[in-house]
């Protein structure tokens, strides 16, 4: 039996020492923080990738280096498990112990722990696929991962710098390639030959899209955004903007996904680019949220969140899986979480069943999969679609006995193609709402008057210890701090519409609150009085207090 490689890991090891100061946690988007201090967790994590492998019998994972739409000095990385999917809960433990061990010595001790407890049978192989995205501190923290993948062995493969949905793929397409359920040809040219092809079948004979204006966030998606638009060709104009990956400062600079659905307007640069009736998205730094938006007549700007695509994909779905005549066979559902606008689970909720879940993309992604097909998009515009094996088993056999089943069956087919189902992906939702709008014939002011969003309003608190608050009922009950939540409960019954939460962060001492009502100003209002019942109940910083009551 092979024994662990104690020698290579110590020296390699002792090239990255870990901060003695420094505690690091891996939540749901793994690790994430300052690049500057992740030296020694790249190089922990190419280790635990290796054991994860080893663990499911030579199975590649996936190793992504990003930090997403957070600013760009920050870095991260997470893992993917074999099917595309995260990686799963237990194993974040195991990860944050060894990211933790205080010596070279401790992490082995750790590592061999590991390899003990998980039963781990060190004679299988190690397959690892990785990437990173356009960050400044990409290249030292890939050495560092690749000096834990030397110091176990590893078989690597580098996919250079890319989007973390494109990473997802390779990872699903490298582990089912050869099988039944092949997911396509496990290279970058396979993604977009996959997404552009099933585009193409599925606008066919309706009216070329309106011109998208495509705000790349300056970051890795401005790559991907142009090689797939080569593939695309004139199915539907495209115009990038914000795509300035090599100039630094640039990356989620005043633009991408996050700045413009917290603060619900344009990106400055788009002001002159953008023309009344014209729509436009925003992906993120790493091309896995998108939000789109557009100007009325009168220039004004109007958001269609992740709500609102949910809301037009789901009821899209329904429709052909109706038309096909398969609506006793294919049960259709939405997931959310309690970030989701109130208007929005109203108007599905009519439609189909929905969900809410706790805040993350593991919970929704969980959820979903209970449905034959499952709907799932935070409002951040992070989401996607799950086809479960049955369902696409049904669709592939399924005689239909009108031309007008045979039609809806080949965009389901097709949608299933289209739609990157092993997380959320910009560009192949910018594609799947574009299918669903040409359609409908819908411009983004018919999308928007679907259904009309609360005003609603998010406050940040910070708190000395975020560990004090604890929720049940998918994050929308308080159960400690005690008699807080009857106090929150007081304040809503006052609004008309009125709903709160408070719920702590995943990753800082801060409580997040959140409210809507009818009137805008009595969301804002409800907002900041729920946050000053925190504030004042639960001992928040008094230097950090939220500005509108101080």
Known sequence: MPELPVRAIQVLADAHPKPSHLYFQYGTAGFRTLGSTLDSVLFRVGILAGLRSKRLDGRTIGVMVTASHNPEQDNGVKLVDPRGEML?????????????????DAFIEAVSALVQSARIDLSKPARVVYARDTRPSGPALISALEDGFKALGVEARDAG????????????????????????????DGYYTKLSASFKKLIAGKATPDTVVI??????????????????????????????????????????????????????????????????CSLDGDADRLMYYYLDE??????????????????????QVKLAGLESEIKVGVVQTAYANGASTKYLEERLPVKCVSTGVK?????????????????????????????QEILTKHEPSTPAQSTALNHLINLTQLINQTVGDALSDMLLVEVVLAHKSYSGVEWNSLYADLPNRLVKVVVGDRNAFKTEDAERRLVNPPGLQEKIHELVRRYEGGRSFVRPSGTEDVVRVYAEAVLRAQADELAFRVAGLVYDEAGGDPAKRPKEFI
């Open 161 to 188: 710098v890319t989007t973390t949905p494109i990473l997802h793929y390779l990872v699903k397409a490298i582990n089912t390639k050869g099988t039944n359920e092949s997911y396509g040809d496990d290279s970058e």
């Open 215 to 280: 705000d790349c966030a300056n970051g890795v998606g401005a790559i991907a955004a142009k090689n797939l638009q080569a593939y695309l060709g004139t199915s539907i104009p495209l115009v990038l903007e914000n795509t300035d990956t090599t100039s630094r400062g640039k990356l989620n600079d005043s633009c991408g996904a996050d700045y413009v659905k917290t603060m619900q307007r344009l990106p400055p640069n788009l002001v002159d680019v953008m023309k009344p009736g014209q729509r436009a």
């Open 88 to 104: 799963e809960a237990s194993w974040e433990v195991h990860a944050t112990a060894l990211a933790n061990a205080p010596s070279t």
């Open 363 to 391: 919970h929704l992604h969980h959820a979903a999969e209970h449905y034959s097909i499952g709907v799932y998009f935070e409002a951040n515009g992070h989401g996607t679609v799950l086809f479960s094996p049955a369902t």
């Open 298 to 319: 009168r220039g004004q700007f109007h958001m269609l969140d992740g709500d609102k695509i949910a809301a037009l994909v789901a009821a899209f779905i329904v429709e």
